[in-house]
């Protein structure tokens, strides 16, 4: 069983927030750089399946710049049994699409794969979208918000989150998986001290984009800039003493004079 | 943590150790931070608990689960040698972790000072038989290391020990009283001292390893302490009717116990020191947090010079005390000797946190007085650091001593 675990590196939450330095490319001490803690969900996930198979191996993948060597790193000393890193420093390409077209190209490359696992969404932007990308460059069938998964000869029975539910699913492998931060994995495993002595000599793979024949992967969304909201000019007005009938209509005719729609108090 | 890894990377480490320096404290702060402080409260108001009728003492509910995780992630190999399967890594990245410990909860963080002596002298003056026994335990956390020094009539003058050893065949039998065990009823090492020579003074003691396994009901817990602060954690008063210690587990020369001991001593104060500067940080923080929340007199009561005075003295002891116990456990890593320096770190940091801690109570006002606020357990627990592990009072005997021998030279 070979599973492909794909990583992302994001800016620390305790780090400062810096409208300006949003990617961890941007950023120059390596303290503010966390792995996605969605994605540790997904690692967790792998290696259980692992052991549970008896057999196999999982691979973290990431895209990102040197910056990120810190979480390729650390998904070693959760128990990873290798990692490639995909050089991101020049061209700091983030839009997703983008991303998306050169994982697959990277999973194509490294070819021997059974099961692809990604976080459900990133802390950053939190879109979600990686895995049914991939899966739909690659031509895989996919599932996600994945909390529990067998595996069954060269089938996977999973139970993925629904609104108000989990619903189970059959797949083919190889097949893409999203894991849900609740159920099975929810609590991913801690580094070791044992694991972070082999992850500090293990050397990480960097390989080029260039080598992976992508073809175009030219982003589909274009990207401005990202800004704090202006401050808000309003005060919050406070109707506390008096009448209740007349503070209550005090609160009508005021929110009527701000052009709110009050349907049935009209 | 960026303060730590930056004092840590001014240190001589190569890139390899600066990469698992800082893989190692990120793990641990996040374990610290986002498991041990939300227990923290409940183990101030649960407390250790001992039964009278089976002797037996328990650590509040969740600390020993909490325990197995740090056993998990190797916490407790990271200074035991190679040999016997520990990391063999610095000892200042171990006092580091307990600074980040202590951040956490002082409580949960006693399980590693005290471990870390147990290796130290074991390392240093067990008998081959005992390194092989006891390391691997310790570094695994199977057995927790105890320290059974003071006695009811032996504090601060160790030397006035009267637990007696009695030499039968291969065997020691000791018979006498313990008090302040960190530990004691739980641990699987207690180290201890007791006469081997009455007649010989401070050079009459020996020092030992208890082994529990051995000693079997020859060792009992008499009863816990109610204690101000440090509630979460066990500190007994043990009996020992005959406990038997076998020859292995004699530590150094007989009747060499004394100078050993108190040469080791030393080594445990920068971990007490580590201990004062995580208090410390908690407290300032805390205390930065609420001064920018809480609002008087059109303001939050941060940007009021009263109180921003108070947190610019409150930042710069932090910062003081954190390069001092770095510094004196890298000297210590270093293999220099630290006997005066361990002292400076020790009184120096535990009696700064005495005076962050009451600021951060005084920054609260009424609230740092209530129990639904943190400041006012950091500022019990506080209390005991320029207590144990030798008092203030015998830091500066030290420390003079150390200052008045090289003029007189």
């Known amino acids: ?266 | 943590m960026k303060q730590i890894m930056k004092i840590l990377n001014n240190y001589s480490f190569n890139k390899e150790e600066q990469e698992q320096n800082q893989m190692i404290l990120d793990m641990v702060f996040e374990l610290a931070m986002n498991e041990i402080i939300e227990k923290e409260q409940d183990w101030d108001e649960e407390g250790a608990k001992f039964d009278p009728e089976t002797k037996k003492v328990y650590y509040p509910s969740g600390m020993m689960d909490l325990y197995k995780k740090c056993q998990q992630n190797d916490l407790f190999s990271i200074i035991v040698p190679e040999k016997y399967n520990g990391f063999e890594l610095s000892y200042t990245l171990w006092t580091a972790l307990i600074e980040i410990m202590a951040r956490a909860s002082l409580a949960f963080s006693m399980f590693f000072p005290s471990q870390g002596l147990n290796i130290e002298i074991i390392k240093n003056f067990g008998t081959p038989e005992a390194k092989e026994k006891y390391l691997p335990l310790l570094g695994s956390g199977d057995a927790i290391g105890a320290m059974a020094f003071s006695e009811p009539n032996a504090g601060s003058d160790i030397s006035a020990v009267s637990t007696k050893a009695e030499k039968e065949g291969n065997s020691y039998y000791l018979t006498g009283n313990k008090i302040w065990l960190s530990h004691g009823g739980a641990a699987g090492t207690y180290i201890t001292f007791a006469v081997t020579d009455k007649t010989a003074g401070p050079r009459g003691l020996s020092a030992f390893i208890i082994d529990p396994k051995i000693a079997g009901d020859a060792l009992e817990v008499v009863r816990i302490e109610e204690k101000m602060g440090l509630h979460g954690s066990i500190t007994s008063q043990v009996a020992l009717d005959r406990a038997e210690v076998p020859k292995e587990n004699l530590l150094g020369a007989e009747n060499d116990g004394f100078r050993l001991i108190l040469g080791s001593l030393a080594s445990s104060r920068i971990g007490i020191a580590a201990q004062a500067v995580g208090i410390m940080e908690t407290a300032l923080q805390e205390s930065i947090n609420y001064s920018l929340q809480r609002t008087q007199f059109g303001k939050p009561i941060g940007h009021h010079q009263a109180i921003s005075f108070k947190l610019a003295d409150m930042a710069s002891l932090v910062h003081q005390s954190r390069l001092l116990y770095l510094d004196t456990a890298q000297m210590k890593h270093r293999g220099e000797d630290t006997r005066v320096e361990s002292s400076v770190a020790k009184y120096a940091t535990t009696e700064a946190a005495q005076s962050v801690t009451y600021h951060a109570v005084q920054i609260h006002g009424g609230y740092g007085y209530s129990r639904e606020y943190r400041v006012e357990r950091l500022f019990r627990d506080a209390r005991v650091l320029t207590i144990y592990e030798g008092t203030s009072e015998m830091q500066k005997t030290i420390i003079s001593r150390g200052a008045l021998s090289r003029a007189e030279k």
């Open chain 1, 1 to 266: 069983m070979n599973i492909l675990v794909f990583v992302k590196a994001t800016i620390d939450r305790n780090a400062p927030l810096d409208p300006d330095e949003i990617f961890p490319g941007d950023r120059d001490d390596k303290a503010d750089i966390m792995t996605n803690n969605y994605d540790k969900h997904a690692i967790e996930a792998a290696l259980r399946i692992v052991e549970e198979k008896g057999e196999g191996k999982v691979t973290a993948v990431c895209l990102g710049s040197d910056m990120a060597d810190k979480v390729v790193k650390e998904a070693i000393a959760m128990g990873c049994h290798g990692a490639i890193r995909i050089e991101n420093s020049e061209t700091e390409i983030t839009n997703f699409f983008s991303v998306a077209k050169i994982l697959a190209a990277a999973a194509k490359k490294i070819g021997e794969y059974d099961l692809l696992l990604f976080g459900m969404q990133s802390y950053d932007f939190g879109t979600a979208t990686m895995a049914p990308m991939v899966s739909e460059f690659l031509n895989l069938p996919v599932a996600c918000w994945v909390e529990k998964v067998l595996v069954e000869g060269n089938k996977l029975r999973v139970e993925k989150v629904i609104e108000g539910g989990t619903r189970s699913m059959e797949l083919q492998l190889p097949a893409v998986l999203s894991i849900a931060s609740t159920g099975d994995y929810e609590e991913p495993r801690y580094t070791s001290v044992r694991r972070i002595m082999t992850a500090s000599k293990t050397e990480v793979p960097v390989w080029e984009i260039d080598e992976l024949n992508v073809g175009n992967y030219e982003p589909n969304v274009k990207f401005d800039d990202i800004e704090k909201p202006p401050a808000r000019a309003e005060k919050c007005a406070i109707f506390s003493d008096g009448d209740p009938a007349e503070m209550v209509s005090e609160l009508v005719s005021t929110l009527k004079d701000k052009g709110l729609n009050l349907g049935a108090f009209k």
